[in-house]
């Protein structure tokens, strides 16, 4: 079966700090991955998504990124985290077209 | 600009009565509609998904779907407290490249 890796859970990192979080999914190919965030009491917010290895598409100008070195892992990441980057960010995945997102278990990010 | 529009809630909910969720939306070429409960602090979990009109069940849990009216809806029935949750309704976007676009969740609380 498919599963979904995040990490870490929980990150505390000050202003103008970098930022690399990391996603993984086994148990299948080629999935499309996302990257989301949910600010406190809002809904979710696509920021990247990818259909193939080094092919990303930014959904919301910002001053993070997205990569995708390998076909199952996906990586966000910033040069300089600003107060209004703290969030909830969620890594999904999901292979072919019409077909549901499963999301990872989330990194809770507070910007100090 | 796709929209999916939910009421934020709270829709509070006696025990073992039938909690209703609506969701309408804006786009009328998706085609694959998904469900999420969210619990506080967690990430969100797929509980249903409908790609054809009418009803699909599954446990306690219905999904609707009405093409023509543009809404799609979740039943639980035989509410229980442990389904107090924010309910994620989720649209593809076709011509996105299938990317969901996410409501704002309804909050919904059993009380026992």
Redesign the interface.
């Known amino acids: 079966s498919q599963t979904i890796h995040q990490w870490p859970a929980t990150l505390v990192q000050p202003v103008g700090s970098p930022l690399s979080l990391e996603c993984t999914v086994e148990g299948t190919s080629n999935p499309n991955l996302?990257w989301y965030r949910q600010a406190a009491g809002?809904?979710?917010q696509?920021l990247f998504?990818s259909?193939g290895i080094g092919q990303i598409?930014s959904e919301v100008p910002q001053n993070l990124s997205a990569s995708r070195p390998q076909d199952r892992q996906f990586i966000l990441s910033s040069k300089k985290l600003l107060l209004s980057d703290s969030g909830f960010y969620?890594c999904a995945w999901s292979v072919g077209?019409?077909?549901?997102?499963?999301?990872?278990?989330?990194t809770?990010l507070s910007i100090l | 600009q796709k929209e999916v529009e939910q009421n934020s809630g709270p829709l509070s909910v006696p025990e073992g009565a039938i909690a209703s969720l609506n969701c309408t939306y804006s786009d009328r070429g998706s085609?694959?509609f998904?469900w999420y409960r969210q619990y506080s602090?967690?990430?969100?979990?797929?509980i249903m998904?409908i790609?054809s009109n009418g009803d699909k069940e599954d446990g306690r849990f219905t999904a609707q779907l009405n093409k023509a009216s543009q809404y799609v809806s979740l039943l639980i029935r035989d509410s229980q407290p442990s389904d107090s949750a924010t309910y994620?309704c989720?649209v593809?976007d076709k011509a996105a490249?299938?990317?969901?676009t996410?409501?704002?969740?309804t909050r919904v609380l059993v009380k026992p």
Do not use: C, I, M, W
Not at chain 1, 97 to 106: A, E, I, K, L, R
Not at chain 2, 97 to 100: A, I, Q, T, V
Not at chain 2, 102 to 105: A, E, I, R
């Open positions: 996302y809002r809904g979710l696509l998504y259909v598409s969620l077209n019409n077909q549901p997102q499963h999301f990872g278990d989330g809770r | 085609q694959s998904f602090g967690k990430s969100p979990e797929l998904f790609y994620l989720a593809n490249g299938n990317k969901l996410f409501g704002g969740g």
